[in-house]
């Protein structure tokens, strides 16, 4: 079993340590205040009879007290009125003003200062709850909103490097019937596992086209729109062409 320092409670390695000869107990030589140089400089003696410094507090002082003189028995007379001339009497705490006026009755500058200061900041302090809860709560719940879903984008060296991560992406879900990409594939999230989805980025606009060109396909039964290279395609079936979605024109006279 590890030995500790009494001090700093770590392990206490040879060679650095002085041991208590009264309480036996192991110390840091760093931890009773000694330096490197200064340590190697204690003698062998020295170690051996070394007492720690709660065992040092706790041993009797030396010296002779046995002729400390006894107080003679003294007879307590009543106090006189001298005794008190020297005593300090403390003086009486303020009382707080009162604060309900009559209306015939002085009030100080300061005093009416503090009222009004107190009045505002009550007035003020329920206009802003009212005004602030609202925005604070909603933004509160976006807050949590956002949390559910984070998007991270990552900015590869080079085209081809794009391709060849979407088209593994791709071959994943053709090899795991369309399984979806999970974090724990990625060996992320340990025990709990959440879905991952690898797009391209697109620009404000590009992805407002990309959402309606969703919904248009869907109302038409398209079964594929995707995206490559920043660019929105459109397809009805195996069978048929693509069609490049430019603009929401191209959706409008799709059929």
């Given at each position: 079993m590890a030995t500790l320092c009494a001090a700093c409670l770590f392990e206490v390695k040879n060679k650095c340590e002085l041991r208590c000869s009264r309480c036996n107990e192991y110390y840091h030589f760093q931890c009773v205040g000694y330096v490197a140089d200064s340590y190697k400089r204690l003698d062998i003696d020295f170690k051996k009879k070394w007492i720690c410094t709660s065992c040092n507090c706790k041993q009797r002082k030396p010296g002779n007290n046995s002729e400390t003189p006894v107080r003679n028995n003294v007879h307590l007379s009543p106090p006189s009125q001298s005794d008190y001339d020297n005593v300090t009497l403390r003086a009486k705490p303020r009382e707080t003003p009162n604060t309900s006026l009559s209306p015939h009755s002085h009030i100080s500058e300061e005093t009416l200062r503090s009222i009004i200061r107190q009045e505002v900041a009550?007035?003020?302090?329920?206009?802003?709850?009212?005004?602030?809860?609202?925005?604070?709560?909603?933004?509160?719940?976006?807050?949590?909103?956002?949390?559910?879903?984070?998007?991270?984008?990552v900015k590869l060296s080079s085209p081809r490097l794009r391709d060849t991560l979407l088209a593994s992406v791709i071959k994943y879900y053709q090899t795991h019937n369309q399984k979806k990409l999970q974090s724990c594939d990625l060996g992320i999230g340990g025990k709990t596992s959440c879905p991952i989805y690898v797009v391209e980025n697109l620009s404000p606009e590009n992805k407002e086209l990309h959402a309606a060109a969703r919904k248009r396909g869907k109302e038409l039964g398209y079964k594929f729109v995707w995206i490559r290279g920043g660019k929105i395609f459109m397809r009805k079936d195996e069978s048929a062409n693509y069609t490049f979605v430019k603009n929401t024109d191209t959706l409008t006279r799709l059929t």
């Open positions: 009550h007035i003020l302090g329920e206009s802003l709850k009212k005004h602030v809860d609202g925005p604070i709560r909603e933004l509160k719940n976006e807050i949590r909103s956002i949390h559910d879903s984070i998007s991270i984008l």
